[in-house]
Structures are given as structure tokens and as C-alpha cells.
């Protein structure tokens, strides 16, 4: 079943051609890797989804995007209720400077879903144990999140990403910089989160895609060159410039 259909997306920043008439669907609970080198669109396509594009004015994007059949551009879409239904977890941990509690109880607050109580804690639990963290962190939510290592940072915005419910989760480059053990326990926490969500993987790491994937999409300078299974992709690709990608000749 497709969670999200991308029709004949296009994105110009001026007369350039970022994306060049993308079209692919992101099903339930699988995990879609979106690999390509540098330039290729990857971030942008990313930020098409949930409308952050919108904050980039000199970004014209074209064509249709729906979530479960409504239309992600359409008149009248409540943008803020489309990123609660939509997440996203970005390359460079982003957490707030204030404890570990309110980082994870903000987006409550914010989306009027409560903030404070039993269940509110029932549900912090739940997002940092899916995020790997709460054994790490259980005796010291009070803490500033600020003093976390950078895995630690990472998976805690993971768990804010999730403590909302979303249908959806972007990742945009989520383990870079970090060291294999951090980049091991987000790729686990995936493998969980994708039984309650649909999951979009924007990675340089075509081993980490070839890991951590249900099927995986090839850009290449703006346009979609591939998407298959991951298997299909990693061993036997059907167009040759997936295929220098995949094996590092290029990127």
C-alpha cells in the first residue's frame, strides 16, 4: 500500500533544474533509501515532502505529491498538521538548549497534545527506548540535552521526532559524523520504527542503504535513474550508471 505518491516532481532555483520530473512511491511501513552523490537533489527532494521547501522562496517546485491521496500542496493544507503527520531528523543534531524532558515534550506542547502527566511520560519512555536511548538518559531527563554526545544528541532528536506519532519520517543524512556504534544503534532503532511508520533514508553510505532498506532509489543530477528493491539494486542493477554508483566507480 503507498503511504505517498510523487508525481513528475520538478524543482528550479531559477533557470537551474534541481529536480527533473521525479515521480516514485513511498510505501507503509517499508524503508526507502535515496542515495546519489553530491548534488544529485537528495535534501531537496527531502524537504518537498514535508513543505520546508517553503522556507526557501527562490525554489519553485511542480507537480503533485500526495499523502494517502490528499494532496500535500493543495489549497488550504494545514503545513504545521502536515509536518506533525511528517518528521524529519536532519544530518547535524539539532537539540534544543534546555533538558532532555522538554526536547522531547516540546512538540507536544506545540501541537496542543499535552506536555506534562502520566501518559506524556509513558510516551517519552516509549520514543527513547524505539530511539535506543533510555537507558542512557532514564535518570537524567532534568539534564540539559546540551551535555549528550553527538550519537546521543542524534537519537535523542530521533525521539523527538517520534514522540508526536508521525506517519512519516525524513533522515537526512542522520549518521553522518557519527562514530559505528552510534551509527549502529539508529540503524536498529529504524528497524523497529518502520513496523509504526513509513521511512525515507537520505544517505552517502551505500552500504548503510544496502543495510538498512526495503528498496532504494539511485538519483543522479536531478533525475531518478533507478528505484527497486534494495537486492535488485546491490546485485543486479538495470542501468549501468546505478551500477558504477553502487560499486564506487563514481561518487
Same mark, same amino acid.
Given at each position: 500500500m503507498d503511504?505517498?505518491?510523487?508525481?513528475?516532481?520538478?524543482?528550479?532555483?531559477?533557470?537551474?533544474?534541481?529536480? =527533473?520530473?521525479?515521480?516514485?512511491?513511498?510505501r507503509t511501513h517499508e524503508i526507502l533509501a535515496v542515495i546519489g552523490?553530491?548534488?544529485?537533489?537528495?535534501?531537496?527532494?527531502? =524537504?518537498?515532502?514535508?513543505?520546508?521547501?517553503?522556507?526557501?522562496?527562490?525554489?519553485?517546485?511542480?507537480? =503533485?505529491?500526495?499523502?494517502?491521496?490528499?494532496?500535500?500542496?493543495?489549497?488550504?493544507?494545514?503545513?504545521?498538521?502536515? =509536518?506533525?503527520r511528517i518528521g524529519m531528523v536532519f544530518a547535524v543534531p539539532n537539540p534544543l538548549p534546555m533538558s532532555i524532558l522538554d526536547n522531547l515534550t516540546l512538540g507536544l506542547r506545540i501541537h496542543g497534545l499535552g506536555g506534562s502527566g502520566p501518559i506524556t511520560l509513558e510516551r517519552v519512555e516509549r520514543s527513547l527506548k524505539a530511539a535506543y536511548l533510555w537507558e542512557e538518559v532514564k535518570d537524567r531527563l532534568k539534564e540539559s540535552a546540551l551535555k549528550l554526545s553527538g550519537g546521543q544528541q542524534q537519537r535523542l532528536c530521533l525521539a523527538r521526532s517520534i514522540m508526536v506519532d508521525p506517519e512519516l519520517l525524513l533522515l537526512d543524512e542522520p549518521c553522518s559524523g557519527l562514530d559505528p556504534i552510534s551509527t549502529a544503534k539508529i540503524e536498529e532503532a529504524l528497524q523497529g520504527l518502520k513496523r509504526e511508520m513509513s521511512i525515507v533514508l537520505v544517505t552517502n553510505n551505500v552500504k548503510q542503504a544496502s543495510r538498512c532498506s526495503d528498496r532504494t532509489a539511485f538519483l543522479l543530477m536531478g533525475d531518478l535513474v533507478e528505484i527497486n528493491n534494495t537486492d535488485q539494486i546491490f546485485t543486479n542493477p538495470q542501468d549501468g550508471r546505478t551500477s558504477d554508483y553502487v560499486s564506487g566507480r563514481f561518487g
Open positions: 503511504k505517498v505518491i510523487v508525481e513528475n516532481l520538478k524543482v528550479k532555483k531559477g533557470n537551474v533544474a534541481i529536480l =527533473r520530473g521525479i515521480s516514485l512511491t513511498i552523490p553530491a548534488g544529485s537533489g537528495k535534501t531537496t527532494f527531502l =524537504r518537498c515532502l514535508n513543505r520546508l521547501i517553503d522556507l526557501e522562496p527562490e525554489l519553485k517546485p511542480e507537480g =503533485r505529491i500526495t499523502l494517502e491521496g490528499v494532496k500535500i500542496y493543495g489549497e488550504g493544507t494545514d503545513v504545521s498538521f502536515l =509536518r506533525r
